[in-house]
């Protein structure tokens, strides 16, 4: 059972437009929710994150929107830069654990091209 | 800071062969996970630890074996390797502590992976 789903394995955007990378989960227990990029060879670094009580946050370049009722978010890259290309991961946490369990979906591999 | 500290970058084991995974933190984090991730894969939670002396399994813990003795150290250990062990091994580290911000509990740091194929 995929609880967190990123349903575009890749996109290519120009250097300077917009990326959007989306996701959708099932859990509605779910009440965090963190982007993490990776480049090849190393480890997954954070990016930028969300509770539920929001529903946007902004971090320079980085913005990621929450709508709680379709279940979905999207992390917006403005602009674009090759330095982007990466892949990203969506993850979802429920604080009812009782420990940061973090829950990744696949991943979308983001190119940049100048 | 070194952070998160992830030996060896990578391995061949033979099939059976056994081997201990490393991780270390120098962050003083108190939780500490062990993931897997196969290729077109989400990260899958292996083990993880609250604590030194505690460990629990995660959703994919057949196969593999864990210990905390320290706050700093999570080795993972393999015994009998297998074919479908062959995978990228991620080990990270968060912090928690009663009041602090519930976003940056959840925020878990990782180390740069360990590549294995069991042949």
């Known amino acids: 059972d995929q609880q967190v789903k990123q349903n575009s394995p890749s996109l290519s955007v120009q250097e300077g437009r917009i990326s959007i990378l989306n996701c959708d989960y099932t859990n509605s227990m779910f009440d965090y929710f963190l982007w993490y990029k990776k480049y090849p060879a190393e480890g997954p670094t954070f990016l930028i994150s969300i509770s539920s009580i929001k529903d946007k946050n902004e971090d320079g370049r980085f913005t990621v929107f929450l709508n709680k009722s379709a279940k979905h978010l999207s992390l917006h890259i403005v602009p674009s830069q090759p330095g982007d290309s990466a892949v990203y991961f969506c993850?979802?946490?429920?604080?009812?654990?009782?420990?940061?369990?973090?829950?990744f979906g696949t991943g979308t591999r983001l190119l940049v091209s100048p | 800071n070194a952070g998160v500290t992830q030996t060896p970058k990578f391995r061949i084991l033979k099939i059976g062969q056994s081997m201990t995974l490393q991780c270390t933190q120098d962050?003083?984090?108190?939780?500490m996970y062990w993931y897997r991730q196969d290729p077109g894969m989400g990260l899958k939670l292996i083990y993880y630890?609250?604590?030194?002396?505690?460990?629990d399994k995660g959703e994919v813990p057949n196969g593999y074996n864990v210990s905390r003795s320290t706050t700093e150290d999570f080795p993972l250990r393999l015994e009998l390797a297998a074919p479908s062990q062959t995978s990228v091994y991620f080990c990270?580290?968060?912090?928690?502590?009663?009041?602090?911000?519930?976003?940056?509990?959840?925020?878990?740091?990782f180390g740069a992976g360990t590549r294995l194929s069991v042949l």
């Open positions: 993850a979802a946490s429920s604080m009812n654990t009782g420990f940061q369990k973090l829950v």
């Open positions: 962050m003083n984090h108190n939780y």
């Open positions: 990270a580290s968060s912090y928690s502590r009663s009041g602090g911000s519930p976003l940056a509990k959840n925020i878990q740091y």
């Open positions: 630890s609250v604590g030194a002396g505690i460990t």
